[in-house]
């Protein structure tokens, strides 16, 4: 039997989301003995998952600097501008981080460094629910 | 059995293919029995593989500014030249949207969200033949 | 028994380390049977993995170039800026080169195309010792 779980998230806008805990539970409970790799994707294109460092929240604040930076909200230069000034941004930030994100697993344990953490960035600016599916390879 | 198949891709020049359809397709014929995750690779280092918005052609023509952007055509400082002034643009370009690209699969369906495509993303700017490799992974 | 092998490497600095023998004899080595695809991951937020040009080392450079442009060292717009002028930067450079990357593989053998190679991009000025783990996916 593959393991293969939908799960939907909240986010509050623009900002990032530690899924961490979320997905190493997910795969202990449904797969203790699994070696192999998590996949997580988002059923979206405009947020991206993201493997960061987890300790200090001013790397993630760096992070959004650098993503406005890359595709700055309500952009001249943009032609697809009639869902609001962050939507086009949003597509552009999927870019730096999209849909899939992987973590090797060995029994049922996520092989993620001491720094690394599993974080949903959502790109709009407004509160979404966010699809998501985890795909755990053998 | 594992389901590995390669075929090619003939591209226009620089822009979008969209290969949904055919990716949906190889997938439900070659395994519609398959939950996993479909990996598809390209063997190239000047073209890459994105998820992106399906509905509006302005929001790749907007992926393709900011691709300018972060990788000018001809940029003065590039050492690498001699190739035309594509060339690096392309490898750099890569960073943004590279070989590989992933979806889940649930019997033989992708899981893609309402709103998500899958394209090639020609970076060079004259027409290529592009070889990839799609792998079913239960 | 799934492959899943663990193994560190040394860096010398901010750079690129060509990993492509080295991932390739492991996967010979430890599944010359396997068809499917290969995992390599990084444990850390600070350097990345890469395929790229394998033949002009001038590419490097100036995939340099624009990561330094993409997130300079020491931009006064960090709020994180403890750890050193290169430590936010690596964080951010990590958007564009991050842990994970993946080749097909037909039996024992990587599906690299001509002018693929597998690097570790090194985003921290200084010499790290860097832990990976390959996972092999049939």
Known sequence: MPHQTLFTVATEGRGFLDLTERVARLVRETAPELTGVAHLFARHTSCGLLITENASPEVRTDLETLARRFAPDGDPAYAHDLEGP???AAHGRALLAGPSLFVPVARGRLLLGT???IFLWEHR????RRELVLTLLP
Chains 1, 2, 3 share one sequence.
């Open 86 to 88: 962050d939507d086009m």
């Open 115 to 117: 720094w690394q953490g």
């Open 125 to 128: 600016t407004r509160p979404h």
